[in-house]
């Protein structure tokens, strides 16, 4: 199960991301927000951030304008690493390196076939399992 939450600036961008979890048969629950009106990007990222820290989602998916704040708000729960992608690449490597549980993207920042390149690599690249990425990881959560 797949968390799904977006401000004002993301939703458009999320229906296009909605319609490829869809088309590929893969389970979302959509946290918000459902219209383009203002609305405060904190409260959405929070509530997919803990949706996935609880374990009731697997991963998650944010966008606001740029991905930045509505990411920062998803990484200060505890447990959750959110991460703006801009390309493929960064998807690829922020789930083989970071584990990152939650995927962020700005939808005034990148188009929607990017986007939907960068959640279909996200999705589908999993951990390396590296021991130094594990050491890493674990350094994240310390104080
Ligand atoms: C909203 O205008 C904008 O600030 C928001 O979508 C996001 O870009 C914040 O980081």
């Keep these: 199960m797949i968390a799904l939450g977006c401000d004002h600036g993301g939703y458009e961008l999320m229906q296009e991301v909605k319609k ?9 629950k959509d946290f918000g927000t459902y219209t383009t009106e203002s609305c405060d990007y904190p409260v959405y990222g929070k509530k997919v951030a803990r949706a996935v820290a609880s374990g009731e989602c697997d991963k998650g998916i944010l966008i606001c304008g740029t991905g930045l704040g ?28 970071n584990d990152a549980n939650i995927l962020g993207m700005g939808a ?6 990017t986007a939907l390149s960068i959640v279909e690599t996200f999705l589908n690249t999993s951990f390396s399992e590296g021991e130094r990425h594990k050491k890493r990881i674990a350094m994240i959560e310390e104080d």
């Design 20 to 28: 490829y979890l869809e088309d590929h048969q893969l389970e979302y």
């Design 70 to 97: 509505i990411t920062m708000a998803a990484s200060r729960v505890p447990g959750i690493r959110a991460a703006v992608c801009t390309n493929e690449y960064m998807a690829r490597l922020t789930r083989e390196h």
């Design 108 to 113: 005034r920042v990148i188009g929607a076939g």
